[in-house]
């Protein structure tokens, strides 16, 4: 009962985290690699704004996702729109671009790790089992996340132009559609996800600037193991990979929570290259 309260609410969180990077992924097929460092960024604003400045939780809030919008927008608008027919440079610009980010962090704070105090602090009992209320509300708060981003790409007008942008562009801009609006309205998501999963993540674990790649690893392995084109897709995944690495590391070694998402990934490539739900491309 105890790995499977665990593997719960950490997928929930993992489903949070791979949130935004799937915004981009699933839905504008673009390998954005500079996202883990979103949840870095993000998460070190938010530790800045309340425990060195002793601001409110909701203004550190509001910080770190106008950090992570104002992120994923520079990225977009500085590197990517220039190679969006090529999505090897575009792979390639935003690895560069988040080691230099990495860079910058270690020489302006050094890598001693920080502790982020939990956004809801205190426990709550779960079947006998002792459960984190702030990693609970982050399990919580991934479901919302992942409903709302299905609702706005099936249900609304925008989410139905971004979805036709990345399927057949020249069609898009025939029915009206602005392509570039389009993207840019994506990355403003991402940006925006990607300050909510680094508050949470931060909290999760400790702040150093390589954090970002842990994330960026389990985001990868999410969205390809979902499937390219599903957003549900990436929320079944992260249930996957957080039970397997659950049951992997309690039961077994806890330092093999990294590669079990590479495992997972691997076998699924193998056995169905497309995806659990997604569409043969």
Sequence with gaps: MSVVIHAVLISGL?????????????????????????????????????????????????????????????????????????????????????????????????DLPRNVLPVITGTILVAGITVSKNILVAMVLSWVTIVSLLVFVTRTHIGRAIRATSMDMEGALISGVNPETMRLITWLWSGALAGVAGVFFGTFTHLTPYMWVFPLVISFAIVIIGGVGSIAGALIAAYIIGFAETTTTMMIDARLRGAVAFAVMIAIIVLRPQGLFGREI
Excluded: C, E, K
Aim: zero cysteines; glycine letters at 10%.
């Design 14 to 110: 993992y489903a949070l985290v791979a949130a935004g990077f799937t915004m981009v992924y699933s839905v504008g097929r673009l390998l954005n690699l500079a996202y883990g460092t979103y949840i870095m960024l993000t998460a070190y604003a938010y530790w800045v704004i309340t425990q060195q400045l002793g601001l409110p939780t909701g203004v550190g809030f509001i910080i770190a996702i106008a950090v992570g919008i104002g992120l994923a927008l520079a990225t977009y608008r500085g590197i990517v729109r220039r190679f969006l027919h090529d999505p090897t440079a575009v792979f390639v610009s935003t690895l560069i671009l988040a080691i230099v980010l990495q860079s910058v962090m270690v020489l302006m704070i050094g």
